[in-house]
């Protein structure tokens, strides 16, 4: 048997593989007051390391425990979780929790992609999650300290973080920053001057955009063209056309509805 449930102390278990900065007394206390008066229904999760263990999931709630005088925890002990694979559902486990800060969880996502490497549609394929929202979490990653601290505590949204990280100007991406955090710039306002900029620099390098044809069976072909091209941005683009086609025929929409759909939006590129 690789699984078994057993009572083990709170004392033997280590977190190393977590990716929260630290635990808001107020959460521990909270689950605390539940512990307490319904028991704890769900054990945490670790694997055998020596004499002691190695937890994976649920630390809150060995801290919870932990204030409330308990010395033993019900656990789910897995034998056969090797340190790789445990890291890797820790730091998934961590990732996906919805009370996350962004930067938590741009770190932990950083760091599991370094420790299998993977690459950005790898780790989204693993996270469940779609290219282009796995790019703005780790965008609050890339961003200055001033300015992530902003994000991380919710003073600038993450969507608007993720527009300011593709500022290259220093000064311009603080003044936009100041301008988010205000009020006086809403996430709209932040993407349309970084789009402004792109097509400004556009204009002045007179880059030859890049393309890339996709060959798929019976002579079909996917043609993509952008000033820069990767694999990630690939996958990215295609997921993308793919929701505003599968968008279109939601609705009813015919091909006729996708070619004008893709000139209006061309011609307002």
Same mark, same amino acid.
């Given at each position: 048997?690789? @699984?078994?449930?057993?009572?083990?102390? !709170?004392?033997?278990?280590?977190?190393?593989?977590?990716?929260?900065?630290?635990?808001?007394?107020?959460?521990?206390?909270?689950?605390?007051?539940?512990?307490?008066?319904?028991?704890?229904?769900?054990? %945490?999760?670790? @694997?055998?390391?020596?004499?002691?263990?190695? $937890? /994976? *999931?649920?630390?809150?709630?060995?801290? &919870?425990?932990?204030?409330?005088?308990?010395?033993? /925890?019900?656990? /789910?002990?897995?034998?056969?979780?090797?340190? *790789?694979?445990?890291?890797?559902?820790?730091?998934? +486990?961590?990732?996906?929790?919805?009370?996350?800060?962004?930067?938590?969880? &741009?770190?932990?996502? =950083?760091? #599991?992609?370094?420790?299998?490497?993977?690459?950005?549609?790898?780790?989204?394929? @693993?996270?469940?999650?779609?290219? $282009?929202?796995?790019?703005?979490?780790?965008?609050?990653?890339?961003?200055?300290?001033?300015?992530?601290?902003?994000?991380?505590?919710?003073? /600038?949204?993450?969507?608007?973080?993720?527009?300011?990280?593709?500022?290259?100007?220093?000064?311009?991406?603080?003044? #936009?920053?100041?301008?988010?955090?205000?009020?006086?710039?809403?996430?709209?306002?932040?993407?349309?001057?970084? +789009?402004?900029?792109?097509?400004?620099?556009? =204009?002045?390098?007179?880059?030859?955009?890049?393309?890339?044809?996709?060959?798929?069976?019976?002579?079909?072909?996917?043609? !993509?063209?952008?000033?820069?091209?990767?694999?990630?941005?690939?996958?990215?683009?295609?997921?993308?056309?793919?929701? @505003? %086609?599968?968008?279109?025929?939601?609705? $009813? $929409?015919?091909?006729?509805?996708?070619?004008?759909?893709?000139?209006?939006?061309?011609?307002?590129?």
């Amino acid at each position: 048997m690789t @699984r078994s449930v057993q009572r083990i102390p !709170l004392d033997k278990i280590a977190w190393p593989d977590q990716v929260r900065d630290g635990h808001e007394d107020e959460d521990v206390a909270s689950l605390a007051a539940s512990l307490e008066s319904l028991g704890n229904l769900y054990p %945490v999760l670790v @694997r055998p390391s020596g004499e002691a263990f190695v $937890g /994976i *999931d649920g630390e809150t709630r060995c801290l &919870a425990a932990a204030r409330l005088g308990w010395r033993n /925890i019900l656990a /789910i002990v897995d034998t056969e979780l090797g340190e *790789d694979d445990a890291l890797e559902r820790a730091l998934i +486990a961590n990732c996906m929790r919805t009370d996350l800060k962004p930067l938590e969880r &741009a770190r932990g996502v =950083k760091r #599991l992609m370094d420790s299998k490497g993977w690459s950005l549609a790898d780790a989204a394929r @693993r996270l469940s999650i779609s290219v $282009g929202t796995l790019s703005k979490w780790l965008s609050v990653a890339t961003l200055p300290d001033a300015i992530a601290d902003q994000v991380n505590a919710g003073v /600038i949204g993450v969507t608007a973080g993720y527009e300011l990280s593709k500022v290259a100007d220093p000064d311009k991406q603080a003044e #936009l920053a100041a301008a988010a955090a205000s009020g006086e710039a809403t996430r709209d306002a932040v993407a349309a001057e970084v +789009a402004s900029q792109k097509k400004g620099r556009k =204009k002045s390098k007179r880059k030859t955009a890049e393309t890339a044809v996709i060959a798929l069976p019976d002579g079909r072909k996917v043609t !993509l063209t952008a000033r820069e091209l990767s694999v990630d941005s690939v996958v990215q683009s295609l997921e993308e056309a793919l929701d @505003r %086609v599968r968008a279109l025929k939601a609705s $009813g $929409g015919d091909l006729n509805q996708l070619k004008r759909l893709s000139r209006e939006t061309s011609q307002a590129a």
